[in-house]
């Protein structure tokens, strides 16, 4: 019985003495408790195993990948061997549209190359300006002439008043009265003439006349139509040459060739004299390379069919074989093939040795258009 007790006292000491540490630390250490309490909390919440199985992934993409592009290839196969005989193309057998956009270009611009498009004058009023000349007052119209179809590198000017434009239509009128009829003309005006808005229905207006009259065939041939464009810079560069400024010749002679070319003067007409008085000019101004030029053109359209059928010799070949003669010996090129032609004359009889030098021709001859006389040798086809 003793024993019995003696063993519960331990047994109720030994609790006591095991539960007062544990009560202690918990009130010395809340902290603790509370950390204690929230990490089995968090571990609870975040409990499980973490998964490897994403580094599998790159591999079965790699696959898939491959697959892909297989099955993209196989379809592309079955779809060219579909295209030979299938009778509706599908859009794998069609040309991409670039393609197709890119040959369309190629073969619009070969096309280009060998089309050849046609060629017309444009006449474009570019300035109108009111001029005072001590009493008298009028406005002046440059009008631009450009060759389309093609990029024009060296347009052609004139400037004329309104007095020159009439002048022109009443002759052509009592020259060509059946063309003209269903032409029309801006009529004269008493009052604002030099208004803004007059000028620039004019300016419209005179665009449209000289259209007109170049779309008919017997109108844009007539003498008094062309000379209309180039004679007064022609007689301007002439008058400039036998006043000795050459120079300021050049630009006059310069755009009455243009304006020529592109009126399709050459070779009739005052062609071959504007070509020489170049030559003349040019060889005084110490510039043979250009002289020779302009010389060989012009013994070149000398010796075109539409001249050769003429009866009379040309009065300037005798002057221009014998200057270029002279050029090529100057700038270096052959001129056995001029004074071959020099010798054929002397040989049909001709007498080379008295005939004047091409300048002092052009100084002597005068130089007049179709009403009042044309130039020796010069008649308009």
Known sequence: ?????????????????????????????????????????????????????????????????????????????DSGENCTESTESSPACQPPAHNMLTKQLQDSWKQSRTRSTPERLLF?????????????????????????????????????????????????????????????????KLRRNFAAETIAKRSRAFEQYLTHLHSLAELRRAPLFLEFFYLGDLQAGQSLLRAGQY??????????????????????????FTLAVLVATFQELEQPEEAQEYCERALQDLTSPS??????????????????????WKVSKDKRQWE?????????????????????????????GSEGGRHKGDDVA
């Open 247 to 272: 120079q300021e010749a050049v630009g006059c002679l310069l755009n009455a060739l243009g304006l020529q070319e592109k009126l399709g003067c050459r070779p009739q007409g005052h062609w071959i």
């Open 1 to 77: 019985m003793a024993s019995k007790l003696l063993h519960r006292l331990r047994r109720t000491l030994l609790r006591e003495v095991t539960l007062q540490p544990q009560l202690g630390s918990a009130e010395d250490f809340p902290e603790s408790s509370e950390l204690d309490d929230d990490t089995e909390g968090l571990s609870s919440r975040f409990s499980g195993t973490l998964s490897f199985e994403g580094e599998q992934e790159p591999e079965s993409e790699d696959l898939g990948e491959n697959s892909e592009l297989d099955s993209d290839s196989d379809v592309l196969e």
């Open 124 to 188: 474009e009023v570019t300035d109108a300006s009111v001029v005072q000349e001590g009493t008298s007052k009028y406005v002046l119209y440059t009008i631009h002439v450009i060759k389309s179809g093609q990029f024009d590198k060296t347009p052609s000017l004139i400037t004329r008043r309104y007095t020159d434009f009439n002048r022109l239509h009443g002759r052509l009128r009592g020259l060509y009265g059946d063309e003209m009829r269903g032409i029309a003309f801006p009529r004269k």
């Open 307 to 328: 001249l050769q059928r003429q009866q009379q010799q040309h009065p300037l070949l005798v002057p221009l074989l014998q200057a270029i003669v002279r050029l090529s």
């Open 340 to 368: 071959s032609q020099l010798q054929q004359l002397k040989d049909s009889g001709v007498d080379v040795g008295s005939q004047p030098s091409l300048k002092e021709y052009l100084v002597k001859e005068s130089l007049e």
